[in-house]
C-alpha cells in the first residue's frame, strides 16, 4: 500500500528535480517497473530482516564483504541505529570514472538526515588512490577508508615475475604482433543497459586495426554467445 501511494504521490514526483529538469519525467517508467516487481518487496524484507537479526544475534560488530547491495545496506542502516560498528571490504574497482556511491556533504556532516546510502564506520579499501576518491569524490567521512590491500591485488608487484606474456599469448593462439584490447563486461541489471554497452564497445573497437579482441566476462553472467552474436554483428572476426 505504502508503495502504491508513492507511485501516485505528486511530492515524490517533485522530489525527483535537478536544476528545474524533472528526473521523474525521464524516467517515471523505470520507478512504475522497479515499483511494481519483485525488487521493491525484497527490498522490504532486507530492511525488516535485518533489523530482525541484528535484534536476535546482538553482535558487537558486522564485518561484511562488500557495502552496497540491497541486503548490505540495510544491515549498515539497522546497524546505525543500535550502535553497533560495521566493516565493509572493497567490492569492485574504485576509480575516479566509476564511483557507485552518491553522497552530498550534507549527508557527512548530518545537516541531512535523507541519505539514502548508508556509510560504514570503517571501509577497508585496496589502495590510497580507493581511498582518496571514497573522500574525495564520494564524500565519504576521511576516517571511513581504512588501506588493508586485497589478494587479488597484492601480486601485481611481482607479476611480471610471474606471468610470460609470451607464452599466454601463445596458449590463447592469438596472433603475434597484435594489439590486445580487453573487454571486460559487467553485470548490467537490464538488457538495454547491457545492449547499449556492448554495440558502443564492439562499434569503437571495430574501427580499431591490427588488434585482437579479448571478452572476460563478468563472474555472474553465463550467456558467452551473447557477446559472440554482438562481435560478429560488429564485423569482428573470429
Not at 535484534?55 to 539497522?78: C, F, T, W
Not at 556509510?119 to 580507493?130: F, G, L, N, Y
Not at 554467445?225 to 560478429?232: F, H, L
Request: hydrophobic content about 40%.
Amino acid at each position: 500500500e505504502l508503495l502504491r501511494r508513492l507511485q501516485s504521490s505528486e511530492d515524490f514526483a517533485r522530489s525527483l528535480t535537478y536544476k528545474n529538469v524533472s528526473i521523474y519525467g525521464i524516467i517515471r517508467k523505470d520507478i512504475e517497473d522497479l515499483l511494481n516487481s519483485l525488487k521493491a518487496y525484497a527490498a522490504v524484507t532486507f530492511i525488516d530482516t535485518s533489523k530482525k537479526i541484528l535484534d536476535k544475534e546482538r553482535p558487537s560488530a558486522i564485518v561484511m564483504h562488500d557495502e552496497y547491495g540491497a541486503l548490505q545496506l540495510s544491515i549498515i542502516n539497522a546497524a546505525k541505529e543500535r550502535g553497533i560498528p560495521t566493516v565493509s571490504l572493497q567490492h569492485g574497482l574504485i576509480s575516479e570514472e566509476q564511483i557507485s556511491y552518491v553522497h552530498e556533504p550534507e549527508h557527512i556532516t548530518g545537516n541531512r538526515r535523507d541519505l539514502l546510502f548508508p556509510i560504514p564506520d570503517r571501509m577497508c579499501v585496496w589502495s590510497e588512490r580507493a581511498g582518496r576518491n571514497l573522500v574525495e569524490i564520494a564524500k565519504f567521512p576521511p576516517s571511513a577508508p581504512v588501506v588493508t590491500g586485497d589478494p587479488k591485488v597484492d601480486f601485481l608487484p611481482n607479476a611480471l615475475k610471474s606471468f610470460d606474456s609470451d607464452r599466454i599469448v601463445e596458449k590463447m593462439g592469438i596472433p603475434k604482433g597484435k594489439k590486445v584490447i580487453l573487454f571486460a563486461t559487467e553485470n548490467l541489471p537490464s538488457e538495454q543497459e547491457r545492449s547499449l554497452v556492448t554495440k558502443s564497445a564492439m562499434r569503437a573497437i571495430s574501427g580499431i586495426q591490427g588488434c585482437y579482441l579479448i571478452i572476460k566476462m563478468h563472474p555472474n553472467e553465463a550467456d558467452a554467445a551473447y557477446y559472440d552474436r554482438a562481435a560478429r554483428e560488429a564485423g569482428l572476426q573470429d
